[in-house]
């Protein structure tokens, strides 16, 4: 069992069908807009209460190939911006799959996602590669690898890289001056 | 001492393993590759990069692998559009990058067209239809622009190796069938997740009978197959194609799938397809023309990357020539690039286009991504594009459906949704049947 305090918490579901497409996710006409314009309009041709009523901490319960579509990340940076704690479903588009983690959103492959209900309660436990439901009893779900778990827990691959070059930049400063690269 | 042999490789193993500095990669590992083209635009590109390059105080690793379109925010319509093209142009100007088109059309077009894509290369796209480059014998695909600023400093992404599922097709299209119709079969018979992320390889007499843009549609709309790539090993139609665009092309023939390279495959005879159409809203809602014939639609267009190239003109002019769109039909035409559009200008594509009643808009992703000129209120669309997703031309109350240049163009005549099979003897006597 985990001890962190951010995988104790409960979770409360939202549930969509299949086939959430990047288009309802993160819509072309506001595209233009940077993600605090955007996120609040994920999700409402399907729900158009979702993004005024979501909490910190929720999570989405999706049937099979949620993302399909675009490349734009913004369709998972803006369910970061709305901060659900991770999206539960039975299969993912590839391309929102590396982008979700790029943007350190957790996403749970979970084959039986269809027994989780609206509104109720999740515990998640992604290291065990499990959730938690007081209705259906602990689900399993397909093991993230270590490389994407340390992504969602750096916050993206864009703390990552900055942690990267800090660590680079150390490296260059305690060589010798002659041996140093410009940057 | 001699070396192993090497297992026998599927086209995507192999270029892989190019990419990762291995002889050989398995389905499933997940190995590290090196990049040697990043192609992005100004929606995906610039506007993203740009602030987050400078958060980090990095730079690009290599100017001239990287490869700048702006082909969504063209032409600039407000404020919004305005600023967001102006920072690419800034931008550009400011790394200097050597390879920029602005307003010369859609990124999957041009940067082919300007001999970026050559087989064996490994790149990435900022963009989802970039597995249109897999037409080249190229490994490509898309990423998001987070893992785009990844690329652009480190030049390196990851990968899990992945399986191939082989689409075979034998025989010839009729007149009036063509790649489209192709594509949308398989998402329908597969959906959009048939893919499921590992690479497509389009094969077989058919498929080695197209022409190269005919090509381009099979690998650009494996997007909607929910593939990671499209690809078709390259052959003489390739070379002579990249040739014409000042390319240079090294042998090609490394480039294929081995004999007895484990894979799944699907075969499907191409005597035998009809037309295609999809229904709102999903590319996977495929089925024969005659299942939609009669709907009356309001506005017929033929754009994108996915339907506008110059093969594509040329085939909705085949069945355009000499005819008018019905009065209640909207005909808009916005050419894939303005090198295709220039071509269909000088072979008189474009006059029998607006000589059917033709709009002619920009030759930019406009209507199709719902940036630009987005389609408005409850009409019926008949499209050539990729996608009718809920909303995305514009409009949550429009309902857009998916055919190819061929049927979009007879049903822009009879304001119905058509068979062009019925207008097979003129598409022949025009020569422009697949």
Redesign the interface.
């Known amino acids: 069992m985990s001890g962190s305090v951010r995988e104790a918490q409960e979770h409360r579901v939202w549930r969509f069908g299949a ?1 959430i ?4 996710l993160a ?3 506001y ?3 940077g993600i605090e314009g955007i996120a609040p309009h994920c999700l409402e ?1 399907v729900r158009p209460e979702f993004a005024g009523s979501v909490q910190r901490g929720d999570v989405i319960v999706a049937g ?2 949620f993302g ?6 913004q369709a ?1 940076a803006a369910l970061v911006h709305l901060g659900l704690a991770a999206v539960i479903a039975p ?1 993912y ?3 929102y ?3 979700a983690f ?2 350190g959103l957790l996403l749970l492959t979970c084959p039986q996602a269809d027994l989780l209900q609206e509104n109720e309660r999740l515990m998640l436990e992604p290291q065990e590669s499990s959730i938690i439901s007081a209705l259906s009893g602990r689900l399993a779900c397909e093991p993230v ?1 270590d ?1 994407l778990m340390a992504m969602v827990q750096a916050g ?3 703390n990552q ?2 942690q990267r ?1 800090a660590t680079q930049a150390a490296k260059v400063t305690n060589t010798p001056p002659h041996t140093s690269s410009p ?1 | 001492m001699s070396p192993l042999p090497t297992p026998a490789s599927t086209l995507a193993q192999k270029l892989i393993a190019r990419a990762a500095g291995r002889n050989h990669v398995m389905p499933g590992e ?1 190995v590290n590759c090196q990049v040697d083209l990043a192609m992005f635009h100004d ?2 590109g610039p506007r993203r990069l740009k602030p ?1 390059l400078e ?5 690009i690793w290599d100017r001239s692998r990287v490869v700048l379109v702006l082909d969504h ?1 063209v032409p600039e319509r407000d404020d ?2 305005r600023r ?1 093209v102006k920072i690419a142009r800034d931008w550009a100007r400011e790394q200097a990058l050597p390879h920029v088109y602005d307003g010369q059309g859609i990124c999957h077009v041009v940067v082919p067209q300007g001999g970026h894509i050559r087989p064996g290369m490994f790149c990435v ?4 239809h ?1 597995p249109t480059g897999g037409a080249f014998g190229a490994y490509m ?7 785009m ?2 690329v652009v ?2 030049g390196e992404i ?1 990968l899990r190796v992945p399986q191939t599922i082989q689409m075979v097709w034998q025989g010839r299209l009729a007149a009036g069938v063509c790649a489209k119709d192709m594509m949308l079969h398989m998402i329908g018979r597969f ?3 048939g893919g ?2 590992q690479a497509i390889e389009f094969a077989g007499d058919t498929v080695l009978g197209l022409s190269m843009q005919e090509r381009m549609t099979l690998s650009n709309m494996s ?1 909607e197959l ?3 790539v499209g690809l078709i090993a390259p052959d003489a139609t390739t070379r002579a194609w990249l040739r014409a665009t000042g390319a240079e092309v090294a042998d090609t023939e490394h480039w294929c799938t081995d004999q007895g390279a484990a894979l799944t495959r699907h075969d499907f005879n191409a005597s035998t397809l009809a037309p295609q159409v999809a229904a709102p809203h ?1 590319p996977a809602n495929a089925g024969d023309v005659t299942q939609w014939a009669g709907l009356p639609i309001d506005v017929a267009y033929i754009g994108a990357c996915t339907g506008a190239k110059l093969d594509d003109l040329r085939a909705a002019a085949g069945v355009l020539r000499g005819q008018r769109a019905a009065a209640s039909v909207k005909l808009i035409v916005a050419p894939a690039s303005q090198h295709d559009q220039r071509l269909a200008e000088q072979e008189g594509v474009m006059q029998v286009l607006r000589d059917a009643g033709a709009q002619v808009a920009a030759t930019a992703c406009g209507a199709c ?3 630009g000129d ?1 389609l408005v209120g409850g009409s019926t669309v008949l499209s050539t594009t990729a ?1 009718n ?4 031309m ?1 409009s ?1 109350e429009a309902q857009v459906y998916l055919a190819s240049p061929y049927t979009v163009a007879a049903s822009a005549i009879s304001g119905r949704i058509s068979d062009p099979r019925a207008f097979a003897t003129v598409i022949d006597a025009n020569g422009v049947a697949a």
């Open positions: 086939d497409d990047t288009d309802v819509p072309g006409a595209m233009k807009l041709s099979p190939n399909i579509g675009s490349s734009r990340e998972a299969s588009n590839g391309l799959f590396r982008n790029n943007v690898p490389f993206g691959l864009f890289l900055r070059l940057r | 997940i929606s995906s987050m958060e980090l105080g990095a730079t925010y919004e559009s967001i796209g900022g963009d989802s970039s695909f898309g990423i998001g622009s987070t893992e600023l990844g400093v480190t990851w959906g959009m997740n499921q992320y997007a929910g593939s990671q999903s991504a719902g940036y987005a996608r997703f809920k909303g995305r514009g949550a």
